[in-house]
């Protein structure tokens, strides 16, 4: 009766073996790269590879990959494996990995500002294609790449050509918003718009003795061409607020009727480099809150 019941027990172990290693296939390739048996955890992963894992095996399998050939010193494989599991998944972060060492970690972080910036273009220009040619993914796909940007600024792998294509993705996305809301609209038609007004400064005041700023220095801002034909497309005005004080300098700059969100940024920081004669109140210079009329199609 004792040996039925070891043969029982026995056999319910050698069930649940299979189990356990389908549940964690990489237990073992684990279990060796923490004893230091680097080679042998390598041959291990190659084991779990080739027996059709997961997608998410397969991304663990190469990052364990990684840490066993930076862990051997074969430095050259070590990145590429670095930068095969980036381009496969560009917002993995090793942080989620408790066996990655800070060698790892900022070996990994290096790859990663070294491929993003290239990667991201890449994929701007597949969801800017899209987009263009009204695929269903094409808004997807936009988000995509507006995520991997804020990766790339939050880990330092920036510069102003990405500063641009924010922007434009940033316009991509908002047209594709208006084009939504417009498809609601012709199902439930509103008044029209009145049309848009030219670029203007309005600074009149009804007050006696008061004298309106004058225009020094005003210029347009610096648009990139791909966002101002998004925003063209728009057909929007918009409306600023801008408070120039007793030096002629701008003090605040308040959206009052938006055109997009990445345009209204350029205008704004536009805005605060115009200069003006002061407004005078009886010859003496006071501040003044002018409102100039945006129109992209003017510009």
Same mark, same amino acid.
């Given at each position: 009766?004792?040996?039925?019941?070891?043969?029982?027990?026995?056999? *319910?172990?050698?069930?649940?073996?299979?189990?356990?290693?389908?549940?964690?296939?990489?237990?073992?390739?684990?279990?060796?790269?923490?004893?230091?048996?680097?080679?042998?955890?390598?041959?291990?992963?190659?084991? *779990? @590879?080739?027996?059709?894992?997961?997608?998410?095996?397969?991304?663990?399998?190469?990052?364990?990959?990684?840490?066993?050939?930076?862990?051997?010193?074969?430095?050259?494989?070590?990145?590429?494996?670095?930068?095969?599991?980036?381009?496969?998944?560009?917002?993995?972060?090793?942080? &989620?990995?408790?066996?990655?060492?800070?060698?790892?970690?900022?070996?990994?972080?290096?790859?990663?500002?070294?491929?993003?910036?290239?990667?991201?273009? =890449?994929?701007?220009?597949?969801?800017?294609?899209?987009?263009?040619?009204?695929?269903?993914?094409?808004?997807?796909?936009?988000?995509?790449?507006?995520?991997?940007?804020?990766?790339?600024?939050?880990?330092?792998?920036?510069?102003?050509?990405?500063?641009? *294509?924010?922007?434009?993705?940033?316009?991509?996305? @908002?047209?594709?918003?208006?084009?939504?809301?417009?498809?609601?609209?012709?199902?439930?038609?509103?008044?029209?718009?009145?049309?848009?007004?030219?670029?203007?400064?309005?600074?009149?005041?009804?007050?006696?003795?008061? *004298?309106?700023?004058?225009?020094?220095?005003?210029?347009?801002?610096?648009?990139?061409?791909?966002?101002?034909?998004?925003?063209? &497309?728009?057909?929007?005005?918009?409306?600023?607020?801008?408070?120039?004080?007793?030096?002629?300098?701008?003090? @605040?700059?308040?959206?009052?009727?938006?055109?997009?969100?990445?345009?209204?940024?350029?205008?704004?920081?536009?805005?605060?480099?115009?200069?003006?004669?002061?407004?005078?109140? =009886?010859?003496?210079?006071?501040?003044?809150?002018?409102?100039?009329?945006?129109?992209?199609? &003017?510009?």
């Amino acid at each position: 009766m004792r040996m039925l019941a070891m043969i029982v027990v026995l056999g *319910v172990l050698a069930a649940a073996s299979p189990a356990a290693a389908q549940d964690d296939p990489l237990k073992a390739a684990r279990d060796l790269y923490a004893s230091a048996a680097y080679t042998e955890a390598l041959a291990e992963l190659a084991r *779990v @590879e080739s027996s059709a894992p997961t997608p998410t095996t397969v991304r663990d399998t190469g990052a364990y990959r990684t840490f066993c050939l930076v862990a051997l010193g074969r430095s050259a494989e070590a990145q590429a494996a670095a930068e095969a599991l980036i381009r496969k998944d560009p917002t993995l972060s090793i942080d &989620q990995f408790p066996d990655a060492s800070p060698r790892i970690a900022e070996m990994f972080t290096a790859v990663r500002r070294r491929v993003l910036p290239p990667l991201i273009k =890449d994929e701007f220009r597949a969801a800017r294609a899209a987009s263009t040619g009204k695929a269903p993914d094409a808004e997807s796909r936009l988000r995509n790449v507006r995520q991997l940007l804020d990766t790339a600024e939050k880990i330092g792998a920036w510069d102003e050509t990405l500063a641009d *294509v924010r922007l434009v993705v940033d316009g991509f996305l @908002e047209l594709a918003r208006s084009e939504a809301t417009a498809a609601r609209a012709a199902a439930a038609p509103e008044p029209a718009s009145p049309p848009a007004t030219v670029v203007s400064s309005s600074a009149s005041s009804t007050e006696a003795g008061i *004298v309106a700023p004058t225009a020094v220095f005003q210029p347009q801002p610096n648009v990139p061409p791909a966002l101002l034909n998004l925003v063209r &497309q728009l057909r929007r005005t918009g409306k600023i607020d801008i408070l120039i004080n007793e030096n002629g300098t701008v003090d @605040e700059v308040t959206v009052t009727e938006p055109v997009s969100p990445a345009y209204d940024k350029l205008i704004v920081a536009t805005a605060r480099t115009w200069r003006y004669k002061p407004a005078l109140r =009886d010859g003496v210079p006071i501040k003044f809150v002018s409102t100039v009329v945006i129109n992209a199609n &003017q510009q």
